[in-house]
């Protein structure tokens, strides 16, 4: 069964303290890997798509990884307005629907 | 342009009563998909739909809610009757291609049963 797990469940950094987001994925055959950014009361708001391990991909003080069994989100130095809960999706290629974590609530204090 | 766009942002509606959610996808995007959250639980995918067909509807709990997308254009999520367990976020996203193309949602319709 196509399933992901992402940990911690919840993460408190003071400003500056980079830190490192899992996503362990069970997938049949993966077609590709899904960060998203949620804020309370948004919608997940896209960040990155990887597709075959060993790809990386950056973006201002994030920058994603994957691996065949998980992908990490690393953060750099972050600041408060990093805080929000980013979760991960994996699609197979069986199908076209995402797979989601229930995600990692940041929060980055002053 | 404009993203995903969601109606309405907030419904509180009794047992038994019907509710109809309303997505209008970004424009070009022939790809339609609803998911939902409930309290606690990750994010679920209900169904697909490919321009006006649906695609895949695995992921619909039952024959309480009905999907349509006249035209090809904007869709529908209806809840009949509503169920308490019913309650919690329904997401619409879209995407312009299937096959490991990224989907953008919308800011979600946030569904209170009572």
């Known amino acids: 069964e196509d399933q992901v797990t992402q940990s911690p469940e919840a993460l408190r950094l003071q400003e500056g303290e980079s830190s490192s987001l899992n996503c362990s994925y069970t997938?049949?055959?993966?077609?590709?890997l899904f960060w998203y950014r949620q804020d309370p009361g948004k919608g997940p708001e896209f960040l990155f798509t990887?597709?075959?391990a060993g790809e990386e991909k950056e973006k201002e003080r994030l920058k994603a990884t994957l691996t065949k069994k998980e992908s990490f989100l690393h953060i750099t130095a972050p600041k408060p307005e990093d805080s929000a809960t980013y979760l991960c999706?994996?699609?197979?290629?069986?199908?076209?629907?995402?797979?989601f974590g229930t995600g990692t609530s940041l929060t980055v204090i002053p | 342009e404009a993203g995903v766009t969601q109606f309405p942002s907030h419904s509180v509606i009794e047992k038994g009563q019907t509710v109809t959610l309303r997505c209008d996808p970004i424009?070009?995007?022939?790809?339609l998909y609803w998911y939902r959250r409930v309290m606690g639980k990750e994010i679920k995918f209900l169904l697909h739909?490919?321009?006006?067909?649906?695609?895949?509807e695995s992921g619909m709990p039952n024959n309480r809610f009905l999907a349509e997308r006249t035209g090809g254009t904007y869709s529908t999520l209806k809840v009949q009757p509503a169920e308490l367990e019913d309650s919690g976020v329904y997401f619409c996203?879209?995407?312009?291609?299937?096959?490991?193309?990224?989907?953008?949602f919308g800011e979600g319709s946030w569904l209170t049963v009572v």
């Open positions: 996203a879209s995407s312009q291609y299937q096959d490991g193309n990224t989907i953008y």
């Open positions: 997938v049949s055959g993966l077609r590709g």
């Open positions: 990887l597709y075959s």
């Open positions: 999706a994996v699609q197979a290629y069986t199908g076209n629907q995402f797979y």
């Open positions: 424009s070009g995007h022939d790809n």
């Open positions: 739909f490919v321009k006006e067909s649906k695609q895949d």
